[in-house]
């Protein structure tokens, strides 16, 4: 709790939260008028900023696939949406012709008569399809962006969003995918301007506790000229973080609305430590929900661990459905579940994927059956 209030004390707001506010305000009435369910989803990688006129930062992995993904199916399913997400990450609809993996232009064509741009025949059918669902949720005010870059801005309009969605009450879900950053420089220790290669901080290198080796770490310090001649003097810049204190807490305890559910995210690369991982994240924080994933499968399976029975349940995506992935590795998939039938389940899983003919995201199995869960929740405290 102090070291909650010490954190909010020390940073100043985000200068868009008033902005965000206003929006996430009258987007959260209108719903409430219209009696929806509203998710607040996560999405992307926070940054951690070295300096406070920040050049530099350290940053993660997450591209805000699984929260872009998510999103539009929680939009399928009834549900209104606040996407808070990494600026620049993956958004719901727009992310099937996003600028790295499907550049935009290469859906596109220069009609040969009439010099229209035109979108080219073999993807009309697929375009048309993402386009009507995009428009219908901007027509209806039912998807609300919201971007945040640094952890800090991240937990502030987290926060902001939770007390704001309070009135809603059971309706509201928390579906926390954002890969938030674990460490980070406090405000006090944090350099003003760009870290210099011809200069340590002082405070830093004072706060290192190893002795440094002046031949094999270089942190600045006035070089002489001599000294800067030297063609392969190696160069280091030692960087002392802190714990992120974990707010999972403080949405449980505080935040989030009476009766609301909250699901969190656990990310694992090791097989071994993923479900035990889960569950002690779910008994630390008392929420209802850990979906946890494996860095190498995450497109392909992930487990839901949950305080009641079956309290561990996998879900895949059947084999055949499968997409390809190039930093995924098919062959780990099952390795982080106990007792697994895989026989069995292979069959179950080609039955289930049958009659489709297309790549299945695993987004459109989490999310009906998340919804499931909400519901009952929702029926428990009515
Ligand atoms: O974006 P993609 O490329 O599609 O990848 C998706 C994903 C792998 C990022 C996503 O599926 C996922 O697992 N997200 C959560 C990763 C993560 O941050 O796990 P964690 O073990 O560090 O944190 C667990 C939970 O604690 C998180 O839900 C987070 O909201 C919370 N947390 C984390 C740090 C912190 N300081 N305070 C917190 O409350």
Not at 147 to 171: H, S
Request: net charge neutral; charged share 25%; hydrophobic share 35%.
């Amino acid at each position: 709790m102090e070291m909650e209030s010490n954190y909010f004390s020390n940073y100043p707001p985000p200068k868009a939260l008033p902005r965000h506010e206003a929006l996430a305000r009258a987007f959260i009435e209108l719903q409430l008028e219209h009696k929806r369910r509203v998710v607040l989803v996560t999405s992307g990688g926070t940054t951690v900023p070295l300096e406070n006129q920040t050049v530099r930062f350290i940053d993660n992995f997450s591209a805000g696939t699984r929260g872009a993904a998510s999103a539009e199916q929680f939009l399928e399913n009834g549900y209104a949406v606040i996407f808070l997400h990494r600026q620049f990450s993956l958004l719901p609809y727009s992310r099937h012709y996003s600028h790295s993996t499907n550049c935009f232009l290469d859906f596109m064509d220069e009609d040969a008569t009439t010099s229209s741009i035109v979108v080219r025949s073999e993807y009309q059918h697929a375009m048309r399809d993402v386009l009507r669902k995009y428009r219908y949720a901007k027509q209806n005010n039912l998807l609300l962006v919201l971007p945040f870059t640094t952890v800090t801005e991240y937990i502030f309009e987290l926060r902001a969003m939770a007390n704001l969605m309070k009135p809603l009450g059971a309706n509201a879900l928390f579906y926390l995918a954002a890969a938030v950053s674990d460490f980070f420089i406090p405000r006090d220790r944090m350099a003003e301007h760009k870290i210099q290669s011809s200069e340590i901080p002082s405070d830093i290198a004072k706060k290192h506790d190893q002795p440094i080796q002046d031949d094999d770490v270089y942190t600045g310090y006035n070089e002489s000229e001599e000294q800067q001649q030297q063609p392969n003097k190696s160069k280091k810049l030692i960087v002392d973080l802190d714990p992120v204190p974990k707010f999972l807490h403080r949405l449980v305890d505080g935040w989030a609305p009476e009766g609301s559910m909250i699901v969190s995210f656990k990310l694992e690369t090791d097989p071994n430590l993923l479900v035990y991982k889960a569950r002690a994240s779910l008994q630390r924080y008392a929420h209802h929900l850990v979906i946890g994933n494996l860095l190498s499968t995450r497109k392909w399976e992930v487990v839901f661990v949950t305080p009641e029975p079956p309290h561990e349940r996998w879900i895949r995506v059947p084999k055949s459905k499968r997409s390809k992935s190039i930093s995924g590795e098919q062959n780990q998939i099952g390795l982080a579940e106990g007792s697994r039938n895989k026989q069995k389940e292979e069959k179950e899983e080609e039955q289930a994927g049958q009659d489709l003919d297309t790549d299945l995201e695993i987004e459109c199995m989490i999310i009906p059956k998340l919804v499931q869960l909400h519901t009952k929740r929702i029926e428990l405290v009515k």
